[in-house]
């Protein structure tokens, strides 16, 4: 026989490995979704390759996943015929950490004293190790599909160490085992297999047998047509795809036939995934997945829906690529342009629609991805307008978690108003107490209070709606000619130079000018940008972004 060698875990992995199974886990029935979910990976992987790889070992096996449970003996195994890893592969997969920033964040969570919720397991990237929340060690047996491949055993208690042998095996694929933990030994139980699998893995594209038994139905949902589908079935198969524990906040059944052919489900999720808020709104790795004829292609295919549209997710099945497209085939394919264009219209519409059949979910969904939308209106030219209308506002006139549109705010405004004015800060508290609204509340205009960070980059950059420029209130050349009140008797300038003389000289540097305001009513003095100057809230994001 050959010899056992052994290998320590990075030292990362040691840390993030004892978080896991001591510190942050909720539900550790999870760990059979994450097994199952990386079969399936595996599966799709050689399905894949198959197309074209003539040489594969094992071409004609049967594509699934086998699981055996013992619960007198409490053990468990699970099989497929996937992919299966070489040497260097087991290394690199089951010994680092598979996605940066993952260590950080859980432990991010532990101080702040967060229990990790299943679904965020998988989302990781750490997957596998949820294994060791049931079982002390895991025995992986593996034989990678490369022709003239050598199998391979991996062995590990999750301690820091795990250690590989060569084997003997016959066939390509994964053989997982282990032997429950007390305290786990409810999952050698078939009903509780069963009740795991219909609940998490339902939707997985291969049959996944306990025994002889057939667990999973399969069956693609988006080629049925929308009277076909039933609410449940379809959440469910949303929380399987996209990884949610919540219910999706809406979904959309698409069918195009024409230039291009395809049918899609798509789905808004409840709220911004973690990793969105967590990296600051980067959405690299999100977006549908894409089917050619059932069989899936790419997971979070990026090319597929603008990035500010990539919080998204579903599945988009087309007949117009070929099946064995590469990645590279995919991103420059005039057919997923097409396709990309056709989503990106659907999308908006399904919006505008909720916007106006079903406003308290619109509002759910602008609290979540309104900061994001808003990247399109600098991104996607095209689109511009339809954006613009979806855009939503507290005002000076609207009440705590209202807003109002562009549209409803120019339909409002006053006859003889001829600019849509706004004013940016951080709240809209704060907002309201300043002194440079005093005029506008004193006659009654309606200003739009901006608080969003992104606000400040994208809504100067509007312009104008419907022929009304769009000005922030803070600029100099406003015409404050309009009062309600008798105007009182102007100052006389023998009496208001020396005083502005002298606060300029007292200011110095600091300041551009020092004018007489027309716009304060109460307030004695206001800070105000020149004509040509950037906007403070602005000013003080581009000051924050070079520290
Ligand atoms: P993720 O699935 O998010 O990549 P995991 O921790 O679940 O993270 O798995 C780590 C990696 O180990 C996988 O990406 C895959 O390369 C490999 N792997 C795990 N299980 C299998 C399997 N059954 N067959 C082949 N490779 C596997
Ligand atoms: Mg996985």
């Known amino acids: 026989t050959s010899p056992v060698q052994e290998f320590e875990y990075k030292a990362e992995m040691k840390q993030l490995l004892d978080l896991i199974v001591?510190?942050?886990?909720?539900?550790?029935?999870?760990?059979?979704r994450e097994l199952i979910s990386n079969a399936s990976d595996a599966l799709s992987k050689v399905r894949f390759n198959a197309l074209t790889d003539q040489e594969m070992l094992d071409k004609e096996v049967d594509l699934a996943i086998r699981i055996t449970i013992d619960p007198k003996e409490m053990t468990f195994v699970i099989e497929d015929s996937g992919v299966g890893m070489t040497e260097e592969e087991l290394i690199a997969n089951l010994g680092t950490v598979a996605k940066s920033g993952t260590l950080g964040f859980m432990q991010s969570l532990k101080e702040q004293q967060k229990q990790l919720d299943g679904n965020l397991i998988g989302q990781f990237g750490v997957g596998f190790y949820s294994v060791f929340m049931v079982t002390e060690e895991v025995t992986v047996e593996?034989?990678?599909?490369?022709?003239?491949?050598?199998?391979?055993?991996?062995?590990?208690?999750?301690?820091g160490t795990y250690t590989i042998e060569k084997i003997d095996k016959a066939e390509r694929g994964t053989k997982i085992s282990f032997k429950f933990k007390e305290e786990s030994k409810e999952f050698a139980e078939e009903y509780r297999v069963e009740q795991i699998v219909k609940k998490y893995s339902n939707f997985v594209d291969f049959p996944i047998y306990l025994g002889e038994k057939q667990l999973n139905s399969i069956t693609a949902l988006w080629q049925r047509s929308k009277n076909e589908l039933k609410d449940e079935e379809v959440n469910e198969f949303y929380k399987f795809i996209a990884n949610d524990y919540q219910d999706p906040l809406d979904y959309l059944p698409v069918s195009v036939e024409g230039m291009v052919t395809f049918k899609a489900l798509l789905f808004l999720p409840k709220e911004a995934p973690p990793e969105m808020l967590y990296r600051q709104g980067e959405l690299e790795n999100h977006g549908p997945q894409l089917y050619v004829k059932k069989v899936l292609i790419q997971n979070e295919c990026r090319d597929l829906l603008p990035e500010y549209l990539r919080f998204i997710a579903g599945v988009?099945?087309?007949?117009?690529?070929?099946?064995?497209v590469s990645r590279e085939v995919v991103q420059s394919s005039p057919v997923m342009a097409k396709i990309r264009q056709i989503l990106t219209g659907k999308i908006l519409g399904w919006f505008e629609s909720l916007a106006k059949e079903q406003p308290e979910k619109f509002k759910?969904?602008?609290?979540?991805?309104?900061?994001?939308?808003?990247?399109?209106?600098?991104?996607?030219?095209?689109?511009?307008?339809?954006?613009?209308?979806?855009?939503r506002f507290e005002s000076t006139k609207t009440v705590d978690g209202e807003y109002v549109t562009l549209k409803e705010y120019s339909e409002r405004m006053g006859a003889d108003q001829k600019e849509i004015y706004y004013h940016s800060g951080t709240s809209k508290g704060q907002l309201l107490a300043h002194p440079n609204l005093e005029y506008f509340q004193e006659m009654g205009?309606?200003?739009?209070?901006?608080?969003?960070?992104?606000?400040?980059f994208v809504i100067p950059s509007i312009h104008e709606y419907d022929?009304?420029?769009?000005?922030?209130?803070?600029?100099?050349?406003?015409?404050?000619?309009?009062?309600?009140?008798?105007?009182?008797?102007?100052?006389?300038?023998?009496?208001?130079?020396?005083?502005?003389?002298?606060?300029?000289?007292?200011?110095?540097?600091?300041?551009?000018?020092?004018?007489?305001?027309h716009r304060l009513v109460n307030s004695p003095v206001t800070l105000v940008s020149g004509k040509d100057g950037l906007d403070s809230q602005m000013e003080k994001m581009m000051k924050m972004m070079r520290s």
């Open 316 to 324: 988009v099945d087309t007949e117009d690529l070929s099946l064995n």
């Open 142 to 159: 593996t034989r990678s599909s490369h022709p003239g491949s050598q199998g391979f055993r991996w062995r590990s208690g999750g301690q």
């Open 22 to 32: 001591h510190s942050l886990y909720t539900h550790p029935e999870i760990y059979l």
């Open 445 to 456: 205009i309606e200003v739009l209070l901006l608080s969003d960070p992104v606000d400040v």
């Open 467 to 517: 022929k009304k420029p769009l000005k922030s209130i803070e600029k100099a050349d406003i015409d404050f000619s309009k009062k309600n009140k008798e105007t009182p008797e102007p100052i006389a300038e023998n009496l208001l130079s020396p005083v502005l003389q002298l606060f300029r000289e007292t200011l110095g540097e600091g300041v551009e000018d020092v004018i007489e305001s």
């Open 364 to 391: 759910t969904f602008y609290k979540a991805f309104g900061p994001i939308i808003k990247i399109g209106l600098n991104t996607d030219f095209t689109n511009r307008e339809k954006l613009i209308e979806l855009l």
